[in-house]
C-alpha cells in the first residue's frame, strides 16, 4: 500500500451553477462552502494539508467571497484540522456550521435513495471513499 496523507479539502461552489438551486446550504449569494479530511495519496510531503478547489469559470469576486467564507469556516471551527478522515463541514445558510462523519454504511445508506447514474457513480466510488476515510475515529471526533 503506498503512503497516504490526511489533508483538508475545502470547496466552493455556486448552487444554481450545478442545478442545485434548492440546496439549503446554499446561502443569500449562491454559494454553497464545504470541507471534508480524507486519506488521500501521497503526493508531495511539503504541500499545505489544506487544498482549496473553486470552480474555474467563476469571477474574481466570487472566488474572494467563497475564500473569505472557508476562511471564517476554519476560524470558527479549528477542530477539522486536526480532525480524523471521515469529517465533513458544511457552511449553513446562517453562516453556522453542520458536521458529520462519513462513513461507508452512510454512503450506503445515500446511495439507496439516489437513482440511476448518481447512485451507480456513489455504488462505483464506494470502495475509494472506503480508502480515504476512517472506519474507526477517534471519539474526540465523533459528532
Known sequence: MSERQIA?????LNAESYDRADDPAADADGHVISATVLRRKAVD??????????????SAETAASMLRKMADLIEN???????????AIRRAAD??????????EGLMQVAQ?????????LLDML???????TEEPRPEDML
Open 113 to 121: 435513495q439516489l437513482e440511476g447514474d448518481e447512485r451507480e457513480r
Open 77 to 87: 471551527n479549528p477542530e477539522m484540522l486536526s480532525a480524523m478522515p471521515g469529517f
Open 45 to 58: 510531503a511539503s504541500l499545505v494539508p489544506v487544498r482549496v478547489r473553486v470552480g474555474h469559470g467563476v
Open 95 to 104: 453562516g453556522s456550521a453542520i458536521k458529520r462523519r462519513i462513513t461507508p
Open 8 to 12: 483538508l479539502y475545502m470547496s466552493g
Open 127 to 133: 470502495e475509494q471513499i472506503r480508502e480515504e476515510i
